[in-house]
């Protein structure tokens, strides 16, 4: 029976999720690799490029493409992941407003390439654990102001990148010390087993 196993989640919101219906939960989180923690981003080479993965959040993202024309929108497909660290790493921002079932890979990857994150709401978007970005990046899609806060924070973003990347500081940090709490969490793991 469930009840009778520990159950392990890679986010918060799994780990909630399982335990709204009482099953024992551990975390097991996970880590990028080493390449993103090391980029050096050349600042100089971003451009105002919004990137998207088209698989999530699809219907929203082309509302904003309809509506934010002066914007550059590219889709994150049939790329290599060279070419893929190659978009993160011009773009200022990268936008996903999919279901977030937990902690995503690519928001961590466009966060170490220095682009401003921007989420809805949905799953683990939700709170600051999964994605630690400001509240102020995460804008909910069914508010009835959504258009004009997506509006605020382009214009926030394109006109001072800079002082836009300092508002996700506390979430590359994060990033990078996530290999040492999968560790610690495998440890923890480990010793509930024996």
Do not use: W
């Amino acid at each position: 029976e469930l009840h009778d196993c520990t159950h392990l989640a890679q986010s918060e919101y799994a780990r909630i999720f399982l335990s709204s219906y009482g099953l024992k939960t551990l975390m097991l989180s996970d880590y990028l690799n080493q390449e993103h923690l090391e980029r050096d981003v050349d600042l100089s080479k971003k451009q105002n490029i919004v990137c998207y993965n088209p698989q999530k959040g699809v219907e929203v993202t082309k509302k904003l493409i309809e509506i934010f024309k002066q914007c550059k929108f590219v889709p994150i497909q049939n790329m290599t992941a060279k070419e893929v660290a190659e978009l993160l790493e011009r773009a200022k921002i990268y936008i996903d407003f999919g279901d977030h079932p937990g902690k995503d890979r690519i928001p961590r990857e466009a966060a170490m390439a220095k682009c401003i994150v921007i989420t809805g709401r949905r799953g683990s978007a939700n709170n600051l654990i999964d994605i630690a970005v400001p509240e102020m990046y995460k804008i909910d899609e069914d508010s009835v102001d959504f258009i004009e806060a997506i509006d605020k924070v382009f214009k926030s973003v394109f006109d001072d990148f800079e002082s836009s990347l300092l508002d996700f500081e506390l979430y590359r940090d994060k990033i990078k010390n996530e290999k040492l709490v999968f560790q610690k969490e495998a440890l923890e793991f480990s010793e509930s087993v024996k």
